[in-house]
T-cell receptor, first 114, second 112 residues
Framework: DGGITQSPKYLFRKEGQNVTLSCEQN?????MYWYRQDPGQGLRLIYY???????QKGDIAEGYSVSREKKESFPLTVTSAQKNPTAFYLC?????????????FGPGTRLLVL | EDQVTQSPEALRLQEGESSSLNCSYT??????LFWYRQDPGKGPEFLFT???AGEEKEKERLKATLTKKESFLHITAPKPEDSATYLC?????????????FGAGTRLAVHP
């Protein structure tokens, strides 16, 4: 089955700790994205990548970092600089990253602060 | 500035009671408008893409339409399994890169 997997489903962060959210896809898509979803708000773009070893900041990149060493994987690190990290994090992918393409989403990771 | 507003925020319907959800948008260089369905605690599931004013797409009890400033998601004779949050997302080429601008969604509850 082709799709996008995210792990873990729930993640707890302590004060001052960096945590990493995993995103893997086997759709052979070039482009991958990270979004943050807060209650009552639309999804907001954190980072995106259209090709291996290259990525761009989205609208709310501060306090986050990413890497894209493999086509299939796009992990997101929530650093201690992100002061309000509690949210639902969604990873998505699309074929090439052009505007006309459909983005397909993973099941999400809920991050909570202890 | 790119903006998307979905209305109503929440909608309660009886099974079989048809209705429409609205998505009003202002974006730079529209390159497509996407509708997604999202169940609680899950990722959005793709429904439709519309590319030009006048275009319509249908899937089971859902029909999406597009004008230059709005998109509508019409739900005909809904069933309880249609209960979900419906997200609208036009694609904007403003700001130097292509991105989806998501609305906050309409929470639909269909009761038997």
């Amino acid at each position: 089955d082709g799709g996008i997997t995210q792990s873990p489903k729930y993640l707890f962060r302590k004060e001052g700790q960096n945590v990493t959210l995993s995103c893997e896809q086997n759709l052979n898509h070039d482009a991958m994205y990270w979004y943050r979803q807060d209650p009552g708000q639309g999804l907001r773009l954190i980072y995106y990548s259209q090709i291996v070893n290259d990525f761009q900041k989205g609208d709310i990149a501060e306090g986050y970092s990413v890497s894209r060493e493999k086509k299939e994987s796009f992990p997101l690190t929530v650093t201690s600089a992100q002061k309000n990290p509690t949210a639902f994090y969604l990873c998505a992918s699309s074929i090439h990253g052009t505007g006309e393409e459909t983005q397909y989403f993973g099941p999400g990771t809920r991050l909570l602060v202890l | 500035e790119d903006q998307v507003t979905q209305s109503p925020e929440a909608l309660r319907l009886q099974e079989g009671e048809s209705s429409s959800l609205n998505c009003s948008y202002t974006v730079s260089g529209l390159r497509g408008l996407f509708w997604y369905r999202q169940d609680p605690g899950k990722g959005p599931e793709f429904l439709f893409t519309l590319y030009s004013a006048g275009e319509e797409k249908e899937k089971e009890r859902l029909k999406a339409t597009l004008t230059k400033k709005e998109s509508f998601l019409h739900i005909t004779a809904p069933k309880p399994e249609d209960s979900a949050t419906y997200l609208c997302a036009p694609n904007s080429s403003g700001g130097g890169y292509n991105k989806l601008i998501f609305g906050a969604g309409t929470r639909l509850a269909v009761h038997p």
